[in-house]
């Protein structure tokens, strides 16, 4: 029988909320951290991963767009959705002093500064979906909604 993966924060946090999880993890290929290879490993269709990315609008804000795995990002609907007149991605060096978390292990829950939370509409098309843990090679599969409570994120239409 395999060990249980550790708890992270963002375990521990809906452990603290009482919300149900399941833990899956996975091995990790450092040169293939997206969300479409994580979703081949634990065993979901690729628009249930949601990859949370860390963005900065025009006024020096940081936030986080959670999106579907296959998806890309449309800055421009996201700068709306945060009334800003744009956003851009945050440079992959602010990503780890600013959540907390190296890339391929970010997450909305448990980040170093809870900056807003914007997921995508799509989100809610899922019974279930599966976010970053908060580290490499192991993901959290846990209802929409809860995730959306947990995260305070605002639906909003975040893809190309």
């Given at each position: 029988m395999k060990n249980a993966p550790a708890k992270t924060n963002a375990a521990r946090l809906l452990d603290s909320l009482g919300i149900s999880y399941e833990l899956r993890d996975y091995e990790v290929d450092p040169n293939d951290l997206t969300a479409i290879s994580v979703a081949r490993?634990?065993?979901?269709?690729?628009?249930?991963?949601?990859?949370?990315?860390?963005?900065?609008?025009?006024?020096?804000?940081?936030?986080?767009?959670?999106?579907?795995?296959?998806?890309?990002?449309?800055?421009?609907?996201?700068?709306?959705?945060?009334?800003?007149?744009?956003?851009?991605?945050?440079?992959?060096?602010?990503?780890?002093?600013?959540?907390?978390?190296?890339?391929?292990?970010?997450?909305?829950?448990?980040?170093?500064?809870?900056?807003?939370?914007?997921?995508?509409?799509?989100?809610?098309?899922?019974?279930?979906?599966?976010?970053?843990a908060g580290q490499r090679g192991l993901q959290i599969l846990l209802a929409p909604a809860d995730y959306l409570r947990t995260a305070s994120a605002t639906l909003a239409d975040l893809t190309k």
């Open positions: 490993k634990i065993g979901l269709p690729p628009e249930q991963v949601f990859k949370t990315l860390l963005a900065q609008t025009n006024l020096g804000d940081h936030l986080f767009a959670v999106i579907p795995g296959d998806a890309e990002l449309d800055l421009k609907k996201l700068a709306h959705a945060a009334n800003a007149k744009k956003a851009e991605l945050a440079s992959l060096k602010e990503v780890e002093p600013l959540t907390g978390y190296i890339r391929g292990g970010v997450t909305v829950m448990g980040a170093r500064k809870p900056f807003p939370a914007y997921a995508d509409e799509t989100i809610e098309l899922h019974d279930v979906i599966s976010i970053s």
